[in-house]
Nanobody, 120 residues
């Protein structure tokens, strides 16, 4: 069971970026999916999550949605700032709940991360 992130890169302040989280070996149908990030010298922190029943959700500058046919969850980030620079991870946890949280210990499947750098 694997999660693979993609879409990271260098973006200017104020720009946008779309990250993808693709599942391999399982579908994300009954999983809550969270996005997290970790900057150098800092702890991993939650960005946003999408519950097993949601097809799309938004939290400020971040929008998440599912494409079940592709087994993929996306994170659209807008109005990016230098403080958003970090390695971004997606994670999944089997769930029966209609809600989700970005509590790191709850998630048991993690991707390898993708670097996002916001700089001019």
């Amino acid at each position: 069971l694997q999660l693979v992130e993609s879409g990271g890169g260098l973006v200017q302040p104020g720009g946008s970026l779309r990250l993808s989280c693709a599942a391999s070996g399982f579908t994300l149908q009954n999983y809550a999916v969270g996005w997290f990030r970790q900057a150098p010298g800092k702890e991993r922190e939650g960005v946003a999550c999408i519950s097993r029943v949601e097809t799309a959700t938004g939290k400020g500058r971040f929008t998440l949605w599912r494409e079940p046919a592709k087994g993929t969850v996306y994170l659209q980030m807008s109005s990016l700032k230098p403080d958003d620079t970090a390695v971004y991870y997606c994670a999944a946890v089997s769930s029966t709940s209609s809600s989700c949280s970005v509590d790191v210990p709850q998630y048991n499947y993690w991707g390898q991360g993708t670097q996002v750098t916001v700089s001019s």
